[in-house]
């Protein structure tokens, strides 16, 4: 089993930033993958962004290239997502998704590739 936990949203001005945090522990493999989901009021869920452990490299949906980063802890199962530039359609719950293994590329955007969830953190751009 492993727990999933996101932390850091917030209430921020359009132009502002905010920094998430992800953390999973439990039976951790070595070559796991997370990424992070939003679903904004009333729609669908989306993909933001995905990293793969061991030199997989980072993934962005087009909406949050160039604003958002991912940043990863070596030392543990654990990530960051800065937000810079937010702009009001960013608002949404954030969820850190993680899988036990390496997620192949045409599946890392696919919300039902991941089968560890934390409940997710309210992000909120309004003036």
């Known amino acids: 089993q492993v727990q999933v936990v996101e932390s850091g949203g917030g209430l921020v001005q359009p132009g502002g930033s905010l920094r998430l945090s992800c953390t999973a522990s439990?039976?951790?493999?070595?070559?796991?993958?997370m990424a992070w989901f939003r679903q904004p009021p009333g729609k669908e869920r989306e993909f933001v962004a995905a990293i793969r452990w061991r030199g997989g490299g980072t993934y962005y949906a087009e909406s949050v290239k160039g604003r958002f980063s991912l940043a990863k802890d070596n030392a543990k199962a654990a990530m960051s997502l800065q937000m810079n530039s937010l702009e009001p359609d960013d608002t949404a719950v954030y969820h850190c998704a993680f899988h036990n293994s390496r997620v192949i590329l045409s599946a890392l955007r696919v919300g039902r590739q991941y089968n560890y969830w934390g409940l997710g953190t309210q992000v909120t751009v309004s003036s």
């Open positions: 439990g039976d951790i493999s070595s070559t796991y993958t």
